[in-house]
């Protein structure tokens, strides 16, 4: 499997400010997705990301709010904006296994508090 | 009906026995089933795929039950490096690369 790496690991972001997460991955792919998972919660899939176009997103979740760039096929970026202490959760990048089975794996996960 | 339905637990277990969750989901075109493990604040692992014919694993076990839309997993012998939340994951429209995560089953297995 794909060895995916995330940057910050954690942050504590003040209210109206933005962060933006990175997620690199130590081989070529063609989608990587985007998770939120909220503190007790299970994973709710954001967006994906496919290298060369437009992020596709998720019901409920919007490009202004979430812009995502995708520009190679190792690497890709989610920028949470405008914060709120509602965006409090695990952000998760992942990637397909590549077998064609549809399984994913995921990076270790970027714990976002905003106070 | 939510579209993969897991029950929370959480399910206490002497080390040693046999425990077995099962995860129903809603869409009939479902093609991909997959248990997920998922300790504490970390990132969910693949546990394994489920196929049709059902698969083994060592001491784990995944089961598929198209007609009643469910899934299963056995774990036998258990240990306590397998207290963790398990995750049902449904590929829910099939042919589309978009997973569906269950809520997740705590699993705490006791000395």
């Known amino acids: 499997s794909a060895v995916i790496s995330q940057k910050p690991s954690r942050d504590i972001c003040q209210r109206g400010t933005s962060l933006t997460i990175q997620c690199q991955v130590d081989?070529?792919?063609?989608?990587m997705f985007w998770y939120r998972q909220q503190p007790g919660q299970s994973l709710t899939l954001i967006a994906t990301?496919?290298?060369?176009?437009?992020?596709?997103?998720e019901s409920g979740f919007v490009i202004d709010k979430f812009p995502i760039s995708r520009p190679n096929l190792t690497f890709s970026t989610l920028t949470v904006s405008n914060m709120s202490p509602e965006d409090s959760s695990i952000y998760l990048c992942?990637?397909?296994?590549?077998?064609?089975?549809?399984?994913?794996?995921f990076g270790p996960g970027t714990r976002l508090t905003v106070t | 009906r939510k579209e993969v339905e897991q029950d929370p637990g959480p399910f206490n277990v002497p080390e040693g026995a046999t425990v077995a969750f099962n995860c129903t989901y809603s869409?009939?075109?479902?093609?991909?089933f997959f248990w997920y493990r998922q300790d504490c604040r970390k990132e969910p692992k693949l546990l394994m795929s489920?196929?049709?014919s059902g698969n083994e694993d060592g001491r784990f076990t995944a089961q598929l039950n198209r007609a009643s839309q469910y899934i299963s997993l056995l774990i036998r012998d258990s240990k306590l490096s397998d207290s963790a939340t398990y995750l049902c994951?449904?590929?829910?429209?099939?042919?589309?690369?978009?997973?569906?995560f269950g809520t997740g089953t705590r699993l705490t297995i006791i000395p």
């Open positions: 992942s990637v397909e296994g590549g077998t064609g089975g549809y399984e994913q794996y």
């Open positions: 081989s070529q792919v063609t989608m």
């Open positions: 990301a496919n290298q060369g176009s437009e992020a596709t997103y």
């Open positions: 869409n009939s075109a479902s093609q991909s």
């Open positions: 489920v196929y049709s």
């Open positions: 994951v449904v590929n829910p429209r099939g042919g589309n690369e978009k997973l569906t």
